[in-house]
Structure formats: C-alpha cells, structure tokens
C-alpha cells in the first residue's frame, strides 16, 4: 500500500529555516518525480518544488527558487524541502506528492499524496 508520510512542519520566526521531509513507503520511485505543494487557507494548493527521482532534475515555483531547496535520499525513499528565509506568507500546509514526472506534477496530475505538515510563520 502506497503512502507517504511528511514531518518537520512547525512555527519559526520571518527570516528563519525548517526542514520538510516525506517518507514514501509501497512505491517504486526510479521512474517518478516527487515535490511539494502547499495550501494556505482560503487558497487554492500550489506547487512548490519537484524533483525526478532517477538523476536529480529540480524545479520550483518562482516566488521559492531563491530560497527553498529540494533533495532525496534514494536510499530511504525520501524527499526533503530545506526552507530558508521564511515569510509569513509562506505559512500553509504542505503536501508531499508523486507524480509520473515534474510536468504532470505541476499540471495536477499526481498519483499520491501525503496528509500534510503545517508551516507557521510568525512576523
């Protein structure tokens, strides 16, 4: 059974960091991508970052890409979202996800997704 676990979420102060992680467990990942997106409230969800699991290839929406940065660990299936330089308005829940490949992700077309984290981030 497919599932995906995300942890590290929290409250931080403007100008500080938090590290996202997502465990997927019941998935073969070598031909998939996995990413972020998040929501906040009383918005639509909104991609983050996604990265092809086989060699690495990243991509980010453009109000993040300066600051995010997404990993993987192929050894423990799992993805990361280092966050630094945090505003408020990047409070929301995040979402960890697997799509067959970025594009899909981005257009909304992903297969599985976590429960999501909450990022609180104070003025």
């Known amino acids: 059974q497919a599932q995906l676990v995300e942890s590290g979420g929290g409250v931080v102060q403007a100008g500080g960091s938090l590290r996202l992680s997502c465990t997927a467990s019941?998935?073969?990942?070598?031909?998939?991508?996995m990413g972020w997106f998040r929501q906040a409230p009383g918005k639509e969800r909104e991609f983050v970052a996604g990265i092809r699991w086989n060699h690495g290839l990243t991509n980010y929406a453009d109000d993040v890409k300066d600051r995010f940065t997404i990993s993987r660990d192929t050894a423990t299936n799992t993805v990361y979202l280092q966050m630094n330089s945090l505003k408020p308005e990047d409070t929301a829940v995040y979402y960890c996800n697997v799509a067959p490949t970025i594009s899909q992700m981005r257009s909304g077309n992903s297969d599985y997704w976590g429960r999501g984290t909450q990022v609180t981030v104070s003025s």
């Open positions: 019941g998935l073969t990942l070598s031909t998939t991508a």
